[in-house]
């Protein structure tokens, strides 16, 4: 990760930041290319129909396909809506889903834009952490009736208060029916939260499937900010049912009658208005920063958790002289696997006679100190009152004493109302952590200060194993897995040796045959290119003739030209020369000559 932290060393030199749940940063370098791009190329309003308008709506589908191909799916299975954050595809699902008298069931640790979405559903109802749990540890035995009301259950894939990581596995559940036990419907949706998840890890769309993905752009690329995008799965997209529309999304709009025909793609239908294509053009840069740093999202998970793991056992040993601890951590996990635990750190401070350090007095302190974290509630109520054990009766009775969310009113009665949180990404170093840890002792731990694991460690993880030993998520492999993975690949194997005999169908025995002779042979190198004549032997491989249509000419914005827009692209000839390993491009009395055609 050492080029990774020389991309940021612009806004480190002088600073620790650890608030990348908060909004991750971006690198001088993808920047600088970003204007690069909008200097050299005119972009315009996609709804046009100009030559720029339609450069820019390609660059758009391209974006969508990168997004799409980054959760390893694709179109034939998702497609991708923007929105205005991840709280706009929330928005979204709450006011276009079609309960039909269905539930809204939600984790109680979910975000503040999850709760928002109760005002339009029909039925609540909301599932207490260890509830969940209980339910999803259970086999599935209902028998699901497909004309049933609909529906829906909400949860994160990732606590943005504790980096907990909920079960992937409860997707497939949720949509078998383990919650019809529990409440009168039997067809159900599931909408995964995973704008904090997917900032730091990779999400096989391939594997798990819920209807529904909300996600948050700046998160994991830094910028831009306040662009998000909902992946609705396309057999699901018949429960969205869209009220108010918005120019571009309908086919056909009467303004003297109450007429309109909404667009049949669903992304077309669901865009109201202009969309946000500067920004979205800006994404491309941000996948071409990973590519640059040779970065995938499981390097950068593993590299979030260890640096967190370090802190946390570091921060749970801490006590004062007298022995007292000096930390409260919140978590469900001891940070002994990635696929349960993200690069989240939660806590509160103690002074040595026991009292709570409030978290706007660490704030203070992490500033002077140059470090970035965070503190309250992180939009979680659920999940900062599970921890703290704040009843509903105390969060009320904090707000009647003046406390609102965002304020630094943190201490009533000496009870927190919110906790401090830091978090990593992956320019994030061990000197991060260490800068952190210094500020910690030198700040706010009596001396000289003691380290001992807590005496309740031993029941900490066997809690966290019976919680979550059922669920290994995405990352983790069982040998059940392993061995079923050699056996498909042996069977595949197989099937190539051994393939199927091929039965004539004799009812074409009667067809008249047509005697003739193959002249000639015309390969298409470039893409709306001239043709090449194949005249000798010719290599066939997998997609058919070697060479044929194997390579396309773009403009500086990666967008793919055809004669539909510029027909001079016909008068290009090209020609293979196996010999030189040479592709030869002829126009007119010009001609370029690429080496190495099969790099």
């Known amino acids: 990760f050492s080029l990774t932290s020389l991309s940021f060393d612009i806004f480190l030199t002088d600073v620790c930041y650890l608030d990348h749940a908060g909004s991750t940063l971006y690198s001088e370098k993808q920047m600088s290319n970003i204007l690069s791009d909008f200097s050299n190329n005119l972009y315009s309003n996609p709804h046009s129909n ?35 954050g991840a709280t706009g595809a929330l928005k979204l699902i709450s006011e276009s889903f079609d309960y039909n008298n269905g539930h809204f069931v939600y984790l109680q640790d979910n975000h503040t834009s999850v709760l928002g979405m109760r005002s339009n559903a029909p039925n609540v109802n909301v599932l207490k952490h260890n509830e969940a749990f209980e339910i999803f540890n259970n086999d599935v035995t209902s028998i699901l009736d497909r004309n049933a009301k609909n529906s829906l259950f909400a949860y994160p894939a990732q606590c943005n208060f504790s980096g907990t990581k909920y079960p992937l596995q409860w997707i497939k559940k949720t949509q078998d029916g383990a919650l ?71 086919s056909m709009a009467l303004s003297m009658e109450n007429i309109a025909i909404p667009r049949p793609i669903l992304h077309e239908r669901f865009e109201d208005g202009t969309i946000s294509f500067l920004d979205i053009l800006a994404i491309k840069h941000g996948f071409d920063t990973f590519k640059r740093l040779n970065l995938n999202m499981n390097l950068i998970s593993e590299h979030t958790f260890s640096l967190a793991r370090y802190v946390y056992y570091q921060l749970i040993k801490l006590r004062h002289s007298n ?39 660490v704030l203070h302190i992490a500033n002077l100190f140059g470090i970035q974290l965070r503190t309250g ?68 731990v009596e001396r000289p200060c003691v380290t001992k694991m807590p005496e309740n460690f031993g029941i900490l993880k066997e809690n966290y194993l019976k919680t979550f030993s059922l669920f290994p998520n995405s990352s983790s492999t069982t040998d059940d ?119």
Request: net charge neutral; charged share 25%; proline share 3%.
């Open 377 to 444: 509630c992180f939009c979680n109520p659920g999940s900062c009152q599970r921890p703290l054990n704040l009843t509903s009766e105390d969060v009320i009775k904090h707000y009647e004493k003046g406390h609102v969310c965002g304020d630094q009113n943190d201490l009533i009665d000496g009870v927190p109302t919110g906790s401090v949180r830091i978090s990593f990404g992956y320019m994030s170093t061990k000197k991060d952590a260490d800068e952190f840890l210094k500020m910690i002792g030198e700040c706010f």
């Open 50 to 84: 100009s030559t720029s308008s339609k450069i820019t709506h390609d660059c758009i589908d391209q974006v969508r396909y990168q997004i799409l191909n980054h959760f390893n799916t694709n179109t034939d299975e998702y497609s991708v809506i923007f929105t205005n």
């Open 481 to 599: 897995e392993i061995n079923k993975h050699k056996n498909e690949i042996k069977n595949k194997d197989n099937s190539f040796s051994a393939p199927k005999k091929i039965e004539i169908d004799n009812s074409f025995s009667n067809i008249r045959t047509i005697n003739g002779s193959l002249e000639n042979i015309y390969i298409y190198p470039v893409k709306s290119c001239g043709a090449f004549e194949i005249d000798s032997s010719w290599r066939l491989v997998l997609t058919g003739f070697q060479y044929d249509r194997e390579w396309m000419i773009v403009d500086s914005s990666g967008v793919c030209l055809t004669q539909k827009r510029n027909t001079n692209l016909c008068r290009i000839k090209p020609n293979i020369n196996l010999k030189e390993n040479l592709l030869e491009l002829c126009y007119g009395s010009k001609k370029k000559s690429i080496d190495n055609m099969q790099f």
């Open 180 to 250: 019809s036990r529990l409440y009168n419907s039997n067809k159900w949706y599931c909408l995964l939260d995973a704008a904090a998840y997917v900032s730091t890890n990779f999400l096989d769309l391939s594997k798990y499937k819920p209807d529904f993905v909300c996600v948050s752009i700046y998160k994991i690329f830094g910028y831009p900010t306040g662009l998000g995008a909902l992946l609705v799965k396309n057999e699901s997209e018949r429960v969205l049912i869209k009220k108010y529309y918005g120019g571009g999304t309908v």
């Open 323 to 361: 022995n007292e601890p000096a930390a409260v951590l919140y978590h469900d996990t001891i940070f002994e696997d990635r696929t349960h635990q993200d690069g989240i750190i939660n806590f509160n401070l103690r002074r040595s006679n026991g009292e709570y350090i409030g978290y706007a007095e």
